[in-house]
């Protein structure tokens, strides 16, 4: 389950802010129009004004924050983080600077400094909830869901029929534990303003976790149509698909229940797993009068990691074949199903060869195949660019390396069996292992603060 649901939050509020406390003065024609497009999601078009505005008045403070979060959405991240610090440096008493510079620096994944960028803003304007609520999703990004409803609960102070810190209030909640008081805020905000489509997709994620699908479904079909390109709620629409199917519920329930801890503590569980996992592969080793017990539960355990690993794109491959759900994926979770169901068929086709002719490489190559679809599962998962880039590389170096141990240059390399040769062993080992590495480092990447 995602936490934070987008760190942007609403450009819209903060633009009034500016022009209804202290910023009175004359508005050029391009300021306005500037401002409009960005109120309309209108980016690069607001751009174009912004730097029009900017050739008449270079020293305009608010029109470079500005048009550096209209850079941040084109993800021009060096160029937005440029004019945020050039707006603080024209005016380094304008709290709408700092709070540029905050999102930004969040959105980039950059969280500490960004809360010591809002923080001066809080200091300078102490009476914003929006601030508030940025800065609550911040640390919702840190997994400090207590700090986040601190945060939510100032806003709300100030403004209590603030939508966004109604949400951010009621996202904490769920994360604490309290999915009642949670549901009570999520409706208090519908109350308010009955048309938010991220209202209705955190009350369907809510509903989602308390085992309601059918009411959950209808609040994802709501926001998504209030806004189509609601990510949340089409996210939310696929995980209610896929959990009609009794077995993806029960991922969902540990997905969830993973999403509440804090990135170190979820490592630590996985890692404690691992480590547990050999040892009593060691004890079973070593007592085979104990295997009646102990092999099931080795085998429980490793059916378990697998599902967990790979139940996204596995069931994303199921609903491909269902016309609604089919429509609910996106290209890349459309083509990591794909990439998931051509590399089972290779599997299924490799242990049929193994059952007719009983060869060793060919089981070899078949188990391979089958552990490789794990890494290869999580090229989609990552996001697009560098990150994607990198991971990418790393799956096709496991590829290699596991194609080339059970290819027959490893014989000539032994001089003997493959499944007896030192070399062989050694490969089989850097392959496995890579495996397990790489998920490892794709839990990392997933806990880091992304953009959305």
């Known amino acids: 389950m995602e936490c934070v649901s987008g760190l942007a939050g609403s ?18 024609a391009h300021l ?5 497009l960005q109120s309309q999601s ?9 730097r029009q505005h900017l050739l008449d008045e270079p020293d305009d403070a608010f029109a470079h924050a500005n048009l550096g979060l209209c850079l941040l959405q084109l993800e021009q991240y060096d160029a937005s983080q440029q004019h945020a610090e050039q707006a603080i440096g024209i005016d380094p008493e304008d709290p709408y600077g700092f709070y540029a510079l905050s999102v930004i620096l969040g959105e980039r994944g950059h969280v500490e400094p960004a809360l010591q960028a809002i923080a001066a803003a809080l200091r300078m304007a102490p009476d914003v909830a929006h ?5 609550g999703t911040l640390h919702m990004s840190q997994s400090d869901w207590t700090a986040a409803l601190a945060d939510a609960e100032q806003g709300l102070a100030l403004e209590p029929e603030n939508v966004n810190c109604e949400n951010l209030r009621a996202r904490a909640l769920v994360m604490l534990g309290r999915k009642v008081d949670a549901g009570t805020s999520l409706r208090t905000a519908l109350e308010h303003d009955p048309d938010n489509p991220h209202t209705h997709a955190n009350l369907g994620w809510s509903l989602l976790e308390q085992g309601d699908t059918q009411q959950a479904m209808f609040h994802f079909r709501e926001a998504l149509r209030l806004n189509p390109n609601n990510e949340w709620a089409r996210r939310g629409i696929v995980s209610g698909l896929k959990s009609r199917n009794i077995i993806y519920r029960l991922c969902l329930k540990y997905f969830f229940a993973m999403a509440k801890l804090k990135g170190q503590t979820a490592m630590m569980i996985i890692i404690g797993g691992y480590l547990l996992f050999r040892y009593v592969g060691s004890l079973n080793a070593e007592h085979p009068e104990w295997s009646i017990v102990l092999t099931p539960l080795l085998y429980t355990y490793i059916g378990f990691v697998l599902l967990t690993w790979l139940a996204d794109p596995l069931f994303n491959l199921l609903l491909l074949l269902n016309r609604d759900g089919r429509l609910a994926l996106t290209t890349d979770e459309h083509r990591g199903a794909t990439l998931l169901g051509s590399g089972l068929l290779i599997t299924l086709l490799l242990g049929g060869l193994t059952l007719w002719t009983g060869n060793e490489l060919v089981q070899e190559a078949a188990i391979r195949m089958l552990v490789f679809q794990i890494p290869l599962s999580g090229v989609f998962r990552t996001e697009s660019g560098k990150s994607r880039l990198r991971f990418s590389l790393i799956v096709a170096a496991l590829f290699g390396v596991g194609a080339f141990g059970i290819s027959p240059a490893v014989v000539w390399w032994d001089g003997e069996a493959y499944v007896a040769g030192e070399n ?13 590495a790489s998920q490892f480092l794709l839990n990392s990447m997933a806990m880091r603060p992304r953009r959305h």
């Open 11 to 28: 450009f819209r509020n903060v633009l009034v802010f500016c022009f209804t406390e202290s910023w009175f003065r004359t508005v050029s």
């Open 32 to 36: 306005q129009r500037a401002q409009l």
């Open 42 to 50: 209108r980016y690069q078009q607001a751009v174009d004004e912004y």
């Open 131 to 135: 601030f508030y609520y940025w800065r």
């Open 424 to 436: 062989f062993v050694s490969l089989s080992r850097v392959f496995y292992y890579g495996v397990l």
